[in-house]
């Protein structure tokens, strides 16, 4: 069963008119007279049927964070550890760097570990390990780390990380020759709450569909979906796709490739490959018509139907494997108030499942009003 099918629970009823009957109905019991409404008793008993209320509502509160589905912060934090799942921690984006020297030696040049380059003065990448320039080298490669987590350290393309803020004798130049990325935030609790719902997948080494897809998963709280697939024996394709739809970069499919490529990771018989999800590209044009009835209305249904074409291309691409299916885009906009929707395109296209849909214009039109 899925996470979001969980059917809501109530451990306690809070209901503040069934606890009034039933706080009431005790102490005439126990009385044996009736209470009216102006009994100063049943006034002072208003008070105790507010404290039972507020301790049901904390009863029910406290025995659903013993439950998965419902559970948030620490509580699901330690649901975590049942399964030996820990929640991702905020990270630092990444990226390859070219670095050059001024001129070929005859002895070894050793740039410090830390040397700092920028693009902005603001955002900076720092050099994870000593370079070392043996004599006659002049250029290498080096991975570099942000300083700081989360995902302001992301999207810096080729050739933008260049200004070097810590000079260093014959120290020519420093360049991203890779858009960085892999900085995320904490793992939020839905991400989290999902990745222990699979984590029994993983009790003993990847190998079947949800394992890949949890070990996959647990590489960067930045990865929304994963879809496996093995075109022939012993081969298995991973492909996942990142948060808002945003296809992975070359240092996000690296660092998925390093961690399932670990021997307690990968079965020995598989031969794995990390690939960029496919692109299924579409032109969303729509026009839709508002009812005359809802003329004064009409500003905010116009709103609210552009609100239901962002939700419906957000919809498309935050899933591998979803069908480019427009009737959701009727049922969004049909909600958000309009009257009539002609989906000029897309139409309905189904999808394999490492295919996300992406939109390459989208156009809603409002056509005018319509007597119903």
């Not at 031969?271 to 026009?287: A, C, F, H, Q």
């Amino acid at each position: 069963m899925l996470l979001k099918d969980v059917s809501p629970i109530n451990f306690a009823t809070a209901d503040a008119e069934e606890i009034a009957i039933e706080v009431v109905s005790t102490v005439e019991k126990l009385l044996g007279r009736p209470l009216e409404r102006g009994d100063p008793l049943r006034i002072f008993l208003r008070g105790v049927e507010l404290l039972l209320m507020q301790q049901r509502l904390l009863i029910d509160s406290v025995a659903k964070q013993n439950l998965l589905a419902f559970a948030t912060g620490e509580n699901l934090d330690r649901l975590g550890d049942l399964v030996g799942c820990e929640r991702l921690p905020a990270t630092a984006a990444w990226t390859t760097l070219e670095v050059r020297i001024s001129t070929a030696r005859e002895v070894s040049t050793i740039i410090k570990q830390g040397t700092r380059v920028t693009a902005d003065n603001q955002i900076y990448f720092a050099l994870d390990e000593p370079l070392v320039f043996f004599a006659g080298e002049t250029v290498k490669q080096a991975k570099a780390t942000c300083t700081i987590t989360g995902e302001s350290g992301n999207g810096f393309a080729a050739d933008e990380l260049c200004n070097i803020v810590d000079p260093q004798p014959f120290l020519q130049s420093m360049t991203n020759i890779t858009t960085s990325a892999g900085g995320s935030d904490v793992e939020t609790d839905d991400d989290f709450r999902e990745r222990i719902h699979e984590a029994p997948e993983a009790y003993s080494c990847a190998g079947s569909e949800g394992a890949y897809i949890y070990h996959a998963k647990s590489v960067s709280a930045l990865i929304s979906d994963v879809a496996v697939d093995s075109e022939t024996p012993g081969t298995v394709q991973i492909y996942p796709l990142l948060k808002n739809g945003e296809l992975p970069t070359e240092e996000i499919l690296n660092a998925i490739a390093e961690h399932l490529n670990d021997r307690t990771v990968r079965p020995l018989t598989d031969l794995l490959t990390v690939r960029v999800p496919t692109i299924n590209e579409y032109v969303l044009d729509v026009k839709y018509w508002i009812s005359r009835e809802d003329v004064t209305a009409a500003a905010e249904i116009e709103q609210s139907a552009r609100d239901a074409v962002d939700e419906f291309v957000e919809w498309q691409r935050s899933r591998l494997g979803r069908d480019l299916n427009p009737s959701k885009l009727v049922h969004l906009m049909l909600t958000a108030g309009v009257k009539r929707v002609e989906i000029i395109s897309p139409q309905f296209q189904a999808t394999d499942k490492f295919t996300v849909s992406i939109p390459s214009s989208v156009t809603a039109t409002f056509a005018g009003l319509e007597d119903f």
